[in-house]
């Protein structure tokens, strides 16, 4: 007879994916045992594998969860404007948003998913993909038609974006609404004026 789901399931697996991405980030993905996740729990070794059959297939539900969300905030958004420019703010300013309270699993996406299989990883790398997309477009729609028509440059100008939205946690990780949306415009400024002079 299989065993029967407990009502409390999705708000304990929740509380492991939580506490498992804070101690990944911590400790480092390659020294963290799932021993060492289920102590950190308050549950035993046993009752981990509950929910999990392996790390790796903890790891990529952190990640998975974390990149699915940004995803789905990004891609679901209802522009305001139909200007190209305000659209990319938006864009910016909501996957700083995203990342409010998630720099455990944002610290692991950057230092961990390597660890994973291929096609685990693919799946994730997806997710991005999407998200990098909507910014690349737009900046197409803003930049020179030589530039916006050069994939090399503009993967480039997406990817520095992006790369300034990824590390921000890292010298501002207390940063409130306010604070992120107010680094948002500052990003935004700097690269839509800047791209125009291109």
Not at 156 to 184: C, P, V
Request: charged letters at 25%.
């Amino acid at each position: 007879m299989a065993r029967s789901i407990a009502h409390d399931y999705g708000d304990k697996r929740q509380a492991i994916l939580r506490t498992a991405a804070r101690l990944f980030a911590d400790e480092g993905y390659g020294r963290a045992s799932m021993s060492l996740v289920a102590q950190s729990c308050g549950i035993s070794k046993a009752n981990i594998y509950h929910y999990y059959p392996s790390k790796d297939a903890l790891l990529f539900d952190i990640l998975e969860s974390h990149l699915r969300e940004l995803r789905d905030r990004i891609v679901g958004l209802q522009f305001v404007s139909d200007d190209p420019r305000e659209q990319l703010r938006e864009i910016i300013t909501e996957v700083l948003l995203t990342y409010q309270g998630a720099d455990a699993e944002h610290d692991v996406m950057l230092s961990a998913m390597q660890a994973l299989p291929d096609d685990k990883q693919a799946v994730l790398h997806g997710y991005q993909k999407e998200v990098t997309a909507a910014g690349r477009n737009r900046l197409a729609a803003i930049c020179p038609a030589d530039v916006g028509n050069d994939r090399a440059k503009l993967w480039a100008l997406t990817m520095s974006i992006f790369g300034m939205l990824n590390w921000h946690y890292k010298w501002s990780s207390a940063a409130d609404e306010a604070q992120r949306r107010e680094y948002a415009d500052l990003i935004s400024d700097m690269v839509i004026g800047g791209v125009g002079n291109l």
